[in-house]
């Protein structure tokens, strides 16, 4: 397994940005699928966007398409999430996770088993 360790949360209003690091330590960690989950007061987590260990494919949920990309840097065993035009549904905890690369990427929580301690979030109208 891994450690996880998210930073860049923040109070923002409406319309900004944020860019999130998830520092990752532990071996292999150009062999990790790593996503970023979210999760709202009252809610259950939810898929957010995974970038994939074969290719750096990238996946997002559609509330996020065309605002917010994910990036890894191998060499710094780092993963992002570049956060733009903000709004107050993305208010949340975001948790960074990682699972072991496969031949599919998955969108699950319950599929990673490795998770940082997540980094408040909080959009302003």
């Known amino acids: 397994q891994v450690q996880l360790v998210e930073s860049g949360g923040g109070l923002v209003q409406a319309g900004g940005s944020l860019r999130l690091s998830c520092a990752v330590s532990g071996r292999k960690f150009s062999r990790y699928d790593m996503g970023w989950f979210r999760q709202a007061p009252g809610k259950e987590r939810e898929f957010v966007a995974v970038?994939?260990?074969?290719?750096?494919?990238?996946y997002y949920t559609d509330s996020v398409k065309g605002r917010f990309a994910i990036s890894r840097d191998n060499a710094k065993n780092t993963v992002y999430l570049h956060m733009n035009s903000l709004k107050p549904d993305d208010t949340a905890v975001y948790y960074c996770?990682?699972?072991?690369?496969?031949?599919?990427?998955?969108?699950?929580?319950?599929?990673?088993?490795?998770w940082g301690q997540g980094t408040q979030v909080t959009v302003s109208s």
């Open positions: 996770a990682a699972r072991w690369g496969m031949s599919e990427v998955l969108t699950t929580p319950t599929e990673y088993d490795s």
């Open positions: 970038v994939a260990w074969i290719g750096g494919s990238t």
